[in-house]
């Protein structure tokens, strides 16, 4: 049972454009979530966060919104580059359950075109 | 560069092997996790070690084990290997025990059971 989702495999923008890339959680224990980039032969890397007190955090180009009743999050890339070509990964966690790990999404595959 | 290292990057092997896949965290971490992700699938969280002690435990197949050592270095023993075992495995770590700090990924392990 898939905890995390994201839906899109995989997501072609044009350089310039806004890439938002979507996340759906079922699990009304996840209470902080993150968004990891990973590039080919490397390991994942932390991109940006948010907790649920809040709707929406902002680091340079990337901005997470999150949508508690509707168990959703979004990542924007304004404007998208071609160095963001990556898979992105959602993650969440329920911080008072204890150190079970992060669960993650099966990745998207944002593509950008020149 | 995350600061984490794993050991062997690539790894071929027969069914019904043993492997150990090994992984030094970045300097001061007490934390390490051990992640599996198969084709098409996202990273899933397999256990947890904290400054030597199991931690948590996630979809760790019982013909799989793990230990952190004094060092703090851990290993990964993948036992009576199945076709289906083949994965790229990531190991994480960070200072802490709670979610809400970043993961630093090593670039993984891949490992191929033929």
């Known amino acids: 049972d898939q905890q995390v989702k994201q839906n899109s495999p995989s997501l072609s923008v044009q350089e310039g454009r806004i890439s938002i890339l979507n996340c759906d959680y079922t699990n009304s224990m996840f209470d902080y979530f993150l968004w990891y980039k990973k590039y080919p032969a490397e390991g994942p890397t932390f991109l940006i966060s948010i907790s649920s007190i809040k709707d929406k955090n902002e680091d340079g180009r990337f901005t997470v919104f999150l949508n508690k009743s509707a168990k959703h999050l979004s990542l924007h890339i304004v404007p998208s580059q071609p160095g963001d070509s990556a898979v992105y990964f959602c993650a969440a966690s329920a911080t008072g359950g204890g150190a079970d790990g992060l669960t993650f999404g099966k990745g998207t595959h944002l593509i950008i075109q020149p | 560069d995350s600061g984490v290292t794993q050991t062997p990057k690539h790894l071929i092997t027969a069914t019904g092997q043993r492997v150990t896949l090994r992984c030094s965290p970045r300097s001061g971490d007490l934390s390490v996790y051990w992640y599996q992700q198969s084709l098409d699938q996202g990273l899933q969280f397999l256990i947890q070690?904290?400054?030597?002690?199991?931690?948590a435990k996630g979809n760790i197949l019982e013909r799989f084990s793990a230990q952190q050592f004094p060092d703090l270095h851990s290993e990964l023993n993948l036992s009576s290997l199945e076709l289906g075992d083949s994965a790229l495995y990531f190991c994480a770590s960070t200072y802490g025990t709670t979610n809400t700090g970043e993961l630093f990924f090593g670039e993984g392990s891949r490992l191929t059971v033929l």
């Open positions: 070690y904290y400054n030597g002690e199991e931690r």
